[in-house]
T-cell receptor, first 113, second 114 residues
């Protein structure tokens, strides 16, 4: 069974600074996909970024980028130029061949003015 | 284009009552998922459907929980009888028939069992 671990329950960052959220996972599969979802206080689950395991290039979406280390089974999210609207719970998630998303416990990020 | 639509947004009911949560997936999506989110357990997959057929219900906690998908545009999650420990946010999500497509989530139903 796959597991996803987010070791930082809470983090905070000053507006305009950069923050990195950690995620590790465990799987025996070779082809899979990784995602970061954001859940603001409105409780919507919003896709932030995704990474295909077969791609070596790290995914980037505007201020959001990942550091994907397949051998280490690590998938961290970097948020540059943090904004107040980035305050949310962030979930790392894994999906393999069975389509079942496995989520980490989440990291609560607070962006301070 | 409409996203995944869930109803109701909030539900408060007394223990022992039947609860029905509803979901309309995005048109054209072949997979539908039901999740439960609690502080203690995080996000858990309860059941998922492919082309209206239940594929994996191993996450359904008890026989009190049941889910159906009578057609491609509608699914229900039913709890009967409900218990206080069922209080949680229940999400529905859908995706296209490709593993690399992300799941799109509805806004969730916050269920409170008194």
């Amino acid at each position: 069974a796959q597991t996803v671990t987010q070791s930082q329950p809470e983090m905070s960052v000053q507006e305009a600074e950069t923050v990195t959220l950690s995620c590790t996972y465990d799987t025996s599969e070779n082809n899979y996909y990784l995602f970061w979802y954001k859940q603001p206080p409105s409780r919507q689950m919003i896709l932030v970024i995704r990474q295909e395991a077969y791609k070596q290039q790290n995914a980037t979406e505007n201020r959001f980028s990942v550091n994907f280390q397949k051998a280490a089974k690590s998938f961290s999210l970097k948020i540059s130029d943090s904004q107040l609207g980035d305050t949310a719970m962030y979930f790392c998630a894994f999906v393999g061949s069975n389509y079942k998303l496995t989520f980490g416990k989440g990291t609560l990020l607070t962006v301070n003015p | 284009d409409a996203g995944v639509i869930q109803s109701p947004r909030h539900e408060v009911t007394e223990m022992g009552q039947e609860v029905t949560l509803r979901c309309k997936p995005i048109s054209g999506h072949d997979y539908l998922f039901w999740y439960r989110q609690t502080m203690m357990r995080g996000l858990e997959l309860l059941i998922y459907f492919n082309n209206n057929v239940p594929i994996d219900d191993s996450g359904m906690p008890e026989d009190r929980f049941s889910a159906k998908m009578p057609n491609a545009s509608f699914s229900t999650l039913k709890i009967q009888p409900s218990e206080p420990r069922d209080s949680a946010v229940y999400f529905c999500a859908s995706t296209m028939d490709r593993v690399n497509q992300p799941q799109h989530f509805g806004d969730g139903t916050r269920l409170s069992i008194l």
